[in-house]
């Protein structure tokens, strides 16, 4: 997403250069006066290239980053094992949350960020291309039943995040929490995707592998 952001401000400034640059051609005959309240000062440029070079910089970290991650979860197969990956992933952020104590605040903040960053990627690539095409196959029910899991999981985090991290119930909260998570991956890798990849064509197993990729990739 950022790096759309960036592109967009990155035209953006590209034309506000051209524009300046035209009228700084048509400079000596008019006072500063009748210059645009857009136009760049004379001394612009390097402070624009700077500014373009930040803005470079940053697009290629990101890209490395997110190129990273994509690697990384290209390696662990199909769509249904990639994803089954991310389950485990978050279950075991859950332990570490499990086994702080209530002084450790910080990094209790610091685990829940990580894992509502994790859930938020995870639940992306379901919502946006899993349970649709579930629902596609004629499993609509369960894609909808999954769905509305995820609106509880979200609910954790709001409680969680509003309850403060040295709460006398915050391990309660936590445990409750990993239950749901638990049983929710269960009916996905036991039940809900074995059928529907059963059901797929070579080819459609691809296409969603390539489509939760693709998701995953934007949304790391
Ligand atoms: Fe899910
Ligand atoms: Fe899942």
């Known amino acids: 997403m950022a790096t759309r952001t960036q592109t967009r401000t990155s035209t953006r400034t590209n034309s506000n250069r051209n ?3 035209e009228e700084d051609r048509g400079s000596s005959s008019s006072s500063s006066k009748d210059r645009s309240a857009f136009s760049w000062g004379e001394n612009a440029g390097p402070l624009l290239g700077a500014a373009l070079a930040g803005v470079a910089i940053g697009f290629a970290a ?3 980053r997110k190129a990273l991650m994509q690697g990384m979860e290209a390696a662990t197969g199909d769509w249904d094992e990639m994803l089954a990956a991310e389950h485990d992933m978050a279950l075991a952020v859950f ?3 499990l086994a702080t104590d209530q002084t450790q605040t910080f990094k209790r903040k610091m685990l829940l960020m990580k894992l509502t960053h994790a859930l938020d990627k995870h639940a992306h690539q379901e919502e946006m291309v899993v349970y649709p095409a579930l629902r596609e196959a ?4 369960s894609a909808d039943q999954l769905e509305g899991e995820h609106g509880y999981i979200k609910t954790f985090i709001y409680e969680l995040n509003k309850m403060g991290a040295d709460s006398n119930n915050w391990l309660e909260k936590v445990r409750e929490f990993r239950d749901l998570v638990s049983r929710h991956a269960h009916m996905e890798e036991e039940e809900v995707f074995p059928r ?5 064509s070579e080819e459609q197993n691809a296409r969603v592998t390539s489509l939760v990729n693709r998701d ?5």
């Open 216 to 220: 995953g990739f934007w949304m790391a």
């Open 19 to 21: 524009r300046s640059s």
């Open 138 to 141: 004629n499993e609509a029910v």
């Open 196 to 200: 529907f990849k059963q059901s797929m």
């Open 95 to 97: 332990d570490k949350m």
């Open 62 to 64: 990101n890209y490395g």
